[in-house]
């Protein structure tokens, strides 16, 4: 936020997907387990909420981490189309589509298409950190073929060829 000691500001939209005085950063610190993701917090580092507002924006072929947690979450597309894995389920995501991920259910985003695909995700300020999914929970995903064609594993999520 432009100015974290005040207690209302505008974030002016820019016409790149970007907003005035917010920088985009790396979508989490390391890496192997996501690709082409980066994130802008738009409500939440120094505001007085209960809540955070972030934008996420994936490259052509990219995906965020495969994980699960305790805190649910809310996501809205607004810019291209992707697919969302959310358990043993796979969702087709396009503009305006809005989904809530319930907590502990395993999920993913990627991007499937030829142009930057980007959401808004809305989570508690206060939030446990996502944990890798265990192999019966992988197991379970992969016995859709859907799921299976879509899912971006990582490093850190399989030891074995399902």
């Given amino acids: 936020m432009p100015d974290k000691d005040r207690l209302s500001a505008k974030l002016a939209f820019q016409s790149d997907f970007r907003w005035n005085g917010v920088q985009p950063e790396e979508y989490k610190a390391g890496g192997g387990d996501w690709a082409g993701i980066n994130r802008q917090v738009l409500v939440g580092d120094g505001a007085v909420t209960s809540f955070h507002l972030r934008y996420f924006e994936i490259s052509p072929g990219g995906h965020s981490s495969l994980e699960k947690h305790q805190h649910a979450h809310v996501v809205i597309c607004i810019r291209g189309h992707g697919q969302l894995i959310m358990g043993d389920e796979c969702h087709g995501v396009s503009f305006l589509d809005t989904f809530y991920i319930a907590p502990w259910t395993p999920h993913q985003l990627v991007n499937t298409g030829k142009n930057p695909f980007g959401f ?9 950190k996502p944990q890798p999914l265990a192999m019966e929970d992988l197991i379970r995903m992969m016995q859709n073929p859907v799921v299976r064609g879509i899912v ?7 030891s074995c060829d399902l």
């Fill in 120 to 128: 808004f995700c809305i989570v508690d300020a206060n939030r446990d």
């Fill in 152 to 158: 971006r594993p990582g490093n850190n999520n399989l």
